[in-house]
Protein backbone atom coordinates (compact mmCIF):
# COMPACT_ATOMS: atom_id res chain seq x y z
CA UNK A 1 0.00 0.00 0.00
CA UNK A 2 1.85 3.11 -1.28
CA UNK A 3 0.10 6.12 0.36
CA UNK A 4 -1.63 5.53 4.17
CA UNK A 5 -3.99 8.44 4.56
CA UNK A 6 -7.93 7.84 4.50
CA UNK A 7 -8.50 5.50 1.20
CA UNK A 8 -5.96 3.05 1.83
CA UNK A 9 -6.37 2.79 6.06
CA UNK A 10 -9.82 2.16 5.23
CA UNK A 11 -9.01 -0.13 2.65
CA UNK A 12 -7.35 -1.80 5.27
CA UNK A 13 -10.19 -2.51 7.14
CA UNK A 14 -12.67 -3.53 4.28
CA UNK A 15 -10.09 -6.55 3.40
CA UNK A 16 -10.27 -7.85 7.12
CA UNK A 17 -14.06 -7.24 7.21
CA UNK A 18 -14.55 -9.19 3.60
CA UNK A 19 -11.46 -12.01 4.31
CA UNK A 20 -13.91 -15.09 4.46
CA UNK A 21 -15.62 -13.97 0.79
CA UNK A 22 -12.15 -13.39 -0.01
CA UNK A 23 -11.03 -16.57 1.03
CA UNK A 24 -14.35 -18.40 -0.71
CA UNK A 25 -12.83 -17.04 -3.63
CA UNK A 26 -9.57 -18.27 -3.19
CA UNK A 27 -8.07 -15.28 -2.95
CA UNK A 28 -5.54 -15.03 0.24
CA UNK A 29 -4.21 -11.62 1.70
CA UNK A 30 -0.83 -10.50 3.39
CA UNK A 31 0.15 -6.89 3.56
CA UNK A 32 3.87 -6.37 2.68
CA UNK A 33 4.31 -2.95 2.79
CA UNK A 34 3.17 0.76 3.80
CA UNK A 35 5.05 3.75 2.48
CA UNK A 36 4.40 7.63 2.83
CA UNK A 37 6.44 10.40 2.44
CA UNK A 38 6.23 10.44 6.47
CA UNK A 39 6.94 6.71 6.92
CA UNK A 40 9.33 6.16 4.47
CA UNK A 41 9.04 2.30 2.88
CA UNK A 42 8.55 -0.37 5.69
CA UNK A 43 8.12 -4.00 4.32
CA UNK A 44 8.07 -7.18 5.63
CA UNK A 45 6.91 -10.04 3.53
CA UNK A 46 5.83 -12.38 6.10
CA UNK A 47 3.26 -9.53 6.49
CA UNK A 48 2.82 -6.43 8.40
CA UNK A 49 -0.15 -6.55 11.03
CA UNK A 50 -3.67 -5.53 9.60
CA UNK A 51 -5.22 -4.95 13.12
CA UNK A 52 -2.46 -2.57 13.38
CA UNK A 53 -2.79 -0.78 10.23
CA UNK A 54 -6.70 -0.33 10.48
CA UNK A 55 -6.48 0.74 14.17
CA UNK A 56 -8.11 4.38 15.26
CA UNK A 57 -4.28 5.47 15.75
CA UNK A 58 -2.49 6.47 13.03
CA UNK A 59 0.69 4.26 12.92
CA UNK A 60 4.48 5.97 13.27
CA UNK A 61 7.91 4.46 12.01
CA UNK A 62 7.78 3.71 15.73
CA UNK A 63 5.32 0.80 14.96
CA UNK A 64 7.54 -1.11 12.98
CA UNK A 65 11.04 -2.67 14.15
CA UNK A 66 12.92 -5.28 12.89
CA UNK A 67 12.26 -7.36 11.06
CA UNK A 68 10.49 -5.12 9.29
CA UNK A 69 12.76 -3.73 6.32
CA UNK A 70 13.40 -0.03 5.50
CA UNK A 71 14.05 0.50 1.63
CA UNK A 72 15.27 3.36 -0.24
CA UNK A 73 12.89 3.61 -2.55
CA UNK A 74 9.98 2.05 -4.26
CA UNK A 75 11.63 -0.29 -6.65
CA UNK A 76 13.53 -1.76 -3.35
CA UNK A 77 10.54 -1.45 -1.77
CA UNK A 78 8.90 -3.68 -3.83
CA UNK A 79 11.47 -5.88 -3.75
CA UNK A 80 11.34 -6.24 -0.58
CA UNK A 81 7.60 -6.67 0.09
CA UNK A 82 7.72 -9.23 -2.76
CA UNK A 83 4.34 -7.28 -4.08
CA UNK A 84 2.24 -9.55 -6.50
CA UNK A 85 -0.11 -6.34 -6.26
CA UNK A 86 0.59 -2.44 -5.56
CA UNK A 87 -2.83 -0.64 -4.23
CA UNK A 88 -1.81 3.47 -4.60
CA UNK A 89 -3.15 6.09 -2.90
CA UNK A 90 -1.58 9.11 -2.55
CA UNK A 91 -2.09 13.07 -3.40
CA UNK A 92 -3.29 14.24 -6.40
CA UNK A 93 -0.56 16.17 -8.48
CA UNK A 94 -2.11 17.80 -11.45
CA UNK A 95 1.06 18.89 -13.09
CA UNK A 96 2.24 15.50 -14.26
CA UNK A 97 0.80 12.72 -11.95
CA UNK A 98 4.03 12.69 -10.32
CA UNK A 99 5.50 10.59 -8.26
CA UNK A 100 2.63 7.95 -9.15
CA UNK A 101 3.13 7.89 -12.42
CA UNK A 102 6.46 5.87 -11.04
CA UNK A 103 5.28 4.07 -8.61
CA UNK A 104 2.97 2.70 -10.90
CA UNK A 105 5.52 1.81 -13.85
CA UNK A 106 7.55 0.49 -11.13
CA UNK A 107 5.08 -2.20 -10.01
CA UNK A 108 4.15 -3.04 -13.26
CA UNK A 109 8.32 -3.49 -14.17
CA UNK A 110 8.34 -5.70 -10.73
CA UNK A 111 5.55 -7.69 -12.47
CA UNK A 112 2.78 -6.76 -10.16
CA UNK A 113 -0.65 -5.40 -10.70
CA UNK A 114 -1.00 -1.63 -10.16
CA UNK A 115 -3.99 -0.50 -8.72
CA UNK A 116 -4.33 3.21 -8.03
CA UNK A 117 -7.54 5.43 -6.78
CA UNK A 118 -5.04 8.53 -7.62
CA UNK A 119 -6.73 10.06 -11.10
CA UNK A 120 -3.24 11.60 -12.13
CA UNK A 121 -1.46 9.07 -13.86
CA UNK A 122 -4.20 8.21 -15.60
CA UNK A 123 -4.73 11.73 -17.44
CA UNK A 124 -0.96 12.07 -17.60
CA UNK A 125 -0.04 8.92 -18.43
CA UNK A 126 -2.29 6.55 -19.11
CA UNK A 127 -1.18 5.37 -22.83
CA UNK A 128 2.06 4.47 -21.69
CA UNK A 129 0.67 2.67 -18.45
CA UNK A 130 -1.17 0.32 -20.28
CA UNK A 131 0.72 -1.16 -22.85
CA UNK A 132 3.12 -1.67 -20.12
CA UNK A 133 0.72 -3.67 -18.29
CA UNK A 134 0.13 -5.34 -21.08
CA UNK A 135 3.56 -6.33 -22.01
CA UNK A 136 3.75 -7.93 -18.33
CA UNK A 137 0.46 -9.27 -18.69
CA UNK A 138 -0.58 -7.65 -16.05
CA UNK A 139 -3.57 -5.74 -14.86
CA UNK A 140 -3.87 -1.45 -14.74
CA UNK A 141 -7.02 -0.84 -13.09
CA UNK A 142 -8.53 2.49 -11.26
CA UNK A 143 -12.48 2.27 -10.70
CA UNK A 144 -11.74 4.79 -7.62
CA UNK A 145 -10.62 7.54 -9.39
CA UNK A 146 -13.88 8.49 -10.77
CA UNK A 147 -17.11 8.99 -8.65
CA UNK A 148 -15.44 6.39 -5.70
CA UNK A 149 -15.96 2.75 -6.02
CA UNK A 150 -19.20 3.19 -8.38
CA UNK A 151 -18.39 0.83 -11.33
CA UNK A 152 -17.94 2.84 -14.62
CA UNK A 153 -14.54 2.21 -16.14
CA UNK A 154 -15.57 -1.64 -15.58
CA UNK A 155 -19.10 -0.90 -16.77
CA UNK A 156 -17.84 0.06 -20.26
CA UNK A 157 -14.89 -2.03 -20.64
CA UNK A 158 -16.87 -5.21 -19.60
CA UNK A 159 -20.27 -4.79 -20.32
CA UNK A 160 -20.87 -2.67 -23.19
CA UNK A 161 -18.41 -3.47 -25.33
CA UNK A 162 -18.43 -1.20 -28.95
CA UNK A 163 -20.32 1.41 -27.59
CA UNK A 164 -20.12 5.04 -28.71
CA UNK A 165 -20.05 7.50 -26.12
CA UNK A 166 -20.86 10.83 -27.56
CA UNK A 167 -20.82 13.09 -24.53
CA UNK A 168 -21.65 13.18 -20.68
CA UNK A 169 -22.76 15.60 -18.26
CA UNK A 170 -22.38 14.99 -14.31
CA UNK A 171 -21.54 15.99 -11.07
CA UNK A 172 -18.16 14.50 -10.28
CA UNK A 173 -16.20 15.99 -7.11
CA UNK A 174 -18.12 15.44 -3.54
CA UNK A 175 -16.47 18.40 -1.81
CA UNK A 176 -17.90 21.38 -3.95
CA UNK A 177 -20.75 19.68 -3.60
CA UNK A 178 -20.75 19.62 0.63
CA UNK A 179 -19.90 23.29 -0.05
CA UNK A 180 -22.66 24.13 -2.41
CA UNK A 181 -24.85 22.09 -0.33
CA UNK A 182 -23.50 23.59 3.53
CA UNK A 183 -24.05 27.34 1.52
CA UNK A 184 -27.86 26.37 0.57
CA UNK A 185 -28.78 25.58 4.69
CA UNK A 186 -26.83 28.73 5.72
CA UNK A 187 -23.56 27.72 6.50
CA UNK A 188 -20.37 29.66 5.70
CA UNK A 189 -18.12 28.81 2.56
CA UNK A 190 -15.46 28.14 5.36
CA UNK A 191 -17.62 25.55 7.44
CA UNK A 192 -18.79 23.76 4.70
CA UNK A 193 -15.18 23.24 3.57
CA UNK A 194 -14.49 22.26 6.94
CA UNK A 195 -17.58 19.55 7.05
CA UNK A 196 -15.96 17.96 3.60
CA UNK A 197 -12.76 17.59 5.58
CA UNK A 198 -14.28 16.41 8.37
CA UNK A 199 -15.81 13.28 6.38
CA UNK A 200 -12.19 12.35 4.40
CA UNK A 201 -13.90 13.28 1.39
CA UNK A 202 -11.81 16.54 0.49
CA UNK A 203 -8.67 16.34 -1.69
CA UNK A 204 -5.10 16.74 0.67
CA UNK A 205 -4.55 20.27 -0.80
CA UNK A 206 -8.17 21.14 -0.94
CA UNK A 207 -7.85 24.07 -3.84
CA UNK A 208 -7.65 21.15 -5.74
CA UNK A 209 -11.60 20.92 -5.31
CA UNK A 210 -12.42 24.04 -4.72
CA UNK A 211 -10.87 25.59 -7.79
CA UNK A 212 -12.11 22.54 -10.06
CA UNK A 213 -8.78 20.51 -10.67
CA UNK A 214 -10.42 17.41 -9.36
CA UNK A 215 -13.26 17.32 -11.24
CA UNK A 216 -11.40 18.65 -14.47
CA UNK A 217 -8.72 15.86 -14.03
CA UNK A 218 -11.61 13.64 -13.52
CA UNK A 219 -13.44 14.87 -16.89
CA UNK A 220 -9.94 14.13 -18.85
CA UNK A 221 -9.91 10.97 -16.89
CA UNK A 222 -13.62 9.84 -18.53
CA UNK A 223 -12.62 11.42 -21.93
CA UNK A 224 -9.33 9.43 -22.25
CA UNK A 225 -9.92 6.44 -21.32
CA UNK A 226 -13.77 5.95 -22.36
CA UNK A 227 -14.05 8.06 -25.30
CA UNK A 228 -10.52 7.48 -26.36
CA UNK A 229 -9.56 11.21 -26.98
CA UNK A 230 -5.69 12.05 -25.58
CA UNK A 231 -7.15 15.59 -24.25
CA UNK A 232 -4.91 17.31 -22.79
CA UNK A 233 -5.73 18.82 -18.66
CA UNK A 234 -5.00 22.03 -19.91
CA UNK A 235 -7.59 21.97 -22.69
CA UNK A 236 -10.46 21.23 -19.95
CA UNK A 237 -12.28 24.57 -19.98
CA UNK A 238 -11.80 25.21 -15.39
CA UNK A 239 -13.53 27.45 -13.59
CA UNK A 240 -14.18 26.52 -9.73
CA UNK A 241 -16.55 28.06 -7.13
CA UNK A 242 -14.58 30.27 -5.46
CA UNK A 243 -16.23 33.40 -6.88
CA UNK A 244 -20.03 32.28 -5.79
CA UNK A 245 -21.80 33.71 -2.77
CA UNK A 246 -23.88 32.30 -0.19
CA UNK A 247 -26.53 34.72 -0.94
CA UNK A 248 -26.07 33.61 -5.02
CA UNK A 249 -25.54 30.42 -3.90
CA UNK A 250 -29.02 30.20 -1.62
CA UNK A 251 -30.95 32.79 -3.91
CA UNK A 252 -30.30 30.23 -6.59
CA UNK A 253 -31.75 27.41 -4.43
CA UNK A 254 -35.23 29.70 -3.61
CA UNK A 255 -35.43 30.26 -7.02
CA UNK A 256 -35.29 26.57 -8.40
CA UNK A 257 -32.28 26.64 -10.39
CA UNK A 258 -29.90 25.64 -7.53
CA UNK A 259 -25.65 26.18 -8.92
CA UNK A 260 -24.07 23.03 -9.36
CA UNK A 261 -19.81 22.47 -10.17
CA UNK A 262 -21.27 20.88 -13.79
CA UNK A 263 -18.33 18.17 -15.73
CA UNK A 264 -19.63 17.72 -19.16
CA UNK A 265 -17.68 16.60 -22.20
CA UNK A 266 -19.38 16.43 -25.85
CA UNK A 267 -17.60 14.90 -28.93
CA UNK A 268 -17.51 17.61 -32.37
CA UNK A 269 -16.39 16.99 -36.03
CA UNK A 270 -12.75 18.24 -34.66
CA UNK A 271 -12.56 16.15 -31.28
CA UNK A 272 -13.77 16.01 -27.87
CA UNK A 273 -14.83 19.86 -26.13
CA UNK A 274 -14.74 19.38 -22.20
CA UNK A 275 -15.66 21.49 -19.85
CA UNK A 276 -15.93 22.07 -15.74
CA UNK A 277 -18.00 25.18 -14.50
CA UNK A 278 -20.66 26.27 -11.67
CA UNK A 279 -23.81 26.71 -13.63
CA UNK A 280 -27.34 27.18 -12.47
CA UNK A 281 -29.27 23.29 -13.35
CA UNK A 282 -33.13 23.92 -13.75
CA UNK A 283 -35.06 22.03 -10.77
CA UNK A 284 -36.28 19.03 -12.84
CA UNK A 285 -32.54 18.29 -13.94
CA UNK A 286 -31.46 15.08 -11.95
CA UNK A 287 -28.20 17.33 -11.29
CA UNK A 288 -30.20 19.54 -9.20
CA UNK A 289 -31.34 16.34 -6.77
CA UNK A 290 -27.73 15.66 -6.23
CA UNK A 291 -26.44 17.15 -3.04
CA UNK A 292 -23.66 16.47 -0.68
CA UNK A 293 -21.56 13.70 -0.87
CA UNK A 294 -23.39 12.13 -3.65
CA UNK A 295 -22.75 12.22 -7.32
CA UNK A 296 -23.79 11.74 -10.64
CA UNK A 297 -23.22 11.04 -14.28
CA UNK A 298 -25.22 10.98 -17.93
CA UNK A 299 -23.69 9.35 -20.72
CA UNK A 300 -25.18 9.76 -23.76
CA UNK A 301 -24.38 6.99 -25.70
CA UNK A 302 -25.30 5.31 -29.67
CA UNK A 303 -27.28 2.81 -28.21
CA UNK A 304 -28.38 3.92 -24.95
CA UNK A 305 -29.72 7.72 -25.58
CA UNK A 306 -28.79 8.29 -21.95
CA UNK A 307 -27.59 6.37 -19.29
CA UNK A 308 -27.25 8.11 -15.82
CA UNK A 309 -25.18 6.53 -13.02
CA UNK A 310 -25.98 7.93 -9.40
CA UNK A 311 -24.50 7.37 -6.32
CA UNK A 312 -26.06 8.35 -2.86
CA UNK A 313 -23.91 9.86 -0.46
CA UNK A 314 -20.53 7.50 -0.65
CA UNK A 315 -18.33 7.60 2.08
CA UNK A 316 -14.79 6.17 2.15
CA UNK A 317 -15.76 2.52 2.17
CA UNK A 318 -16.99 3.67 -1.59
CA UNK A 319 -13.79 4.54 -2.50
CA UNK A 320 -11.74 1.69 -1.02
CA UNK A 321 -14.25 -0.69 -2.26
CA UNK A 322 -13.44 0.79 -5.54
CA UNK A 323 -9.93 -0.82 -5.07
CA UNK A 324 -10.98 -3.97 -3.44
CA UNK A 325 -13.05 -4.54 -6.56
CA UNK A 326 -9.99 -4.07 -9.05
CA UNK A 327 -7.79 -6.42 -6.20
CA UNK A 328 -10.39 -9.39 -6.70
CA UNK A 329 -10.31 -8.29 -10.53
CA UNK A 330 -6.79 -8.57 -10.91
CA UNK A 331 -6.36 -11.67 -9.05
CA UNK A 332 -9.67 -13.84 -8.58
CA UNK A 333 -9.59 -16.38 -11.13
N1 LIG B 1 -10.78 10.40 -0.07
C1 LIG B 1 -11.63 10.10 -1.04
O1 LIG B 1 -12.85 10.06 -0.85
C2 LIG B 1 -11.12 9.74 -2.40
C3 LIG B 1 -12.03 9.31 -3.39
C4 LIG B 1 -11.54 8.92 -4.65
C5 LIG B 1 -10.19 9.02 -4.92
N2 LIG B 1 -9.33 9.50 -3.96
C6 LIG B 1 -7.91 9.61 -4.29
O2 LIG B 1 -7.18 8.70 -3.47
C7 LIG B 1 -5.90 9.26 -3.19
C8 LIG B 1 -5.67 9.24 -1.68
O3 LIG B 1 -6.70 9.97 -1.05
P1 LIG B 1 -6.74 10.06 0.55
O4 LIG B 1 -8.05 10.66 0.89
O5 LIG B 1 -6.35 8.75 1.16
O6 LIG B 1 -5.57 11.14 0.82
P2 LIG B 1 -4.80 11.42 2.18
O7 LIG B 1 -5.60 10.97 3.36
O8 LIG B 1 -4.32 12.82 2.11
O9 LIG B 1 -3.54 10.43 2.09
C9 LIG B 1 -2.57 10.57 1.10
C10 LIG B 1 -1.43 9.65 1.44
O10 LIG B 1 -0.47 9.73 0.39
C11 LIG B 1 0.80 9.94 0.95
N3 LIG B 1 1.63 10.64 -0.01
C12 LIG B 1 1.38 11.82 -0.61
N4 LIG B 1 2.38 12.11 -1.46
C13 LIG B 1 3.27 11.10 -1.38
C14 LIG B 1 4.51 10.83 -2.01
N5 LIG B 1 5.03 11.71 -2.86
N6 LIG B 1 5.15 9.68 -1.71
C15 LIG B 1 4.62 8.81 -0.81
N7 LIG B 1 3.45 9.01 -0.18
C16 LIG B 1 2.79 10.15 -0.46
C17 LIG B 1 0.56 10.75 2.21
O11 LIG B 1 1.67 10.61 3.04
P3 LIG B 1 2.01 11.65 4.21
O12 LIG B 1 0.84 11.60 5.14
O13 LIG B 1 3.24 11.11 4.83
O14 LIG B 1 2.18 12.98 3.54
C18 LIG B 1 -0.68 10.03 2.74
O15 LIG B 1 -0.31 8.85 3.42
C19 LIG B 1 -5.85 10.66 -3.81
O16 LIG B 1 -5.20 10.59 -5.05
C20 LIG B 1 -7.32 10.98 -4.00
O17 LIG B 1 -7.54 11.84 -5.11
C21 LIG B 1 -9.76 9.83 -2.72
Redesign the pocket.
Known amino acids: M????????TLVRLLMDRDPELRARGIAWRITGI?????GWIADASGLDPALLSGQRTVTTADFPAPSSRSADVREWLQAARADVLLE????NVVDGQ??VEHLRAALEHGAHAIT????PIVHAYGELKQLAAAHGKRLLFE??VM?GIPIFSLFQENLPVIHIQGFRGILN?TTNVILSGMEEGLSFEASLRKAQEI?????DARHDIEGW?AAVKVAALVIVLMGEKIQLANVEREGIAKLTGEQVRAARAEGTPYKLVCSARRTSSGVTARVAPERVPQNDPLAWVAGTSSIVYFETDIFPGLCITEDN?G?Y??AY?MLADFIRAVGT
Request: aromatic fraction near 2%; glycine fraction near 14%.
Open positions: LGFGNVNRASRRLATSLPAANKGSTDSGVAETDPLATG
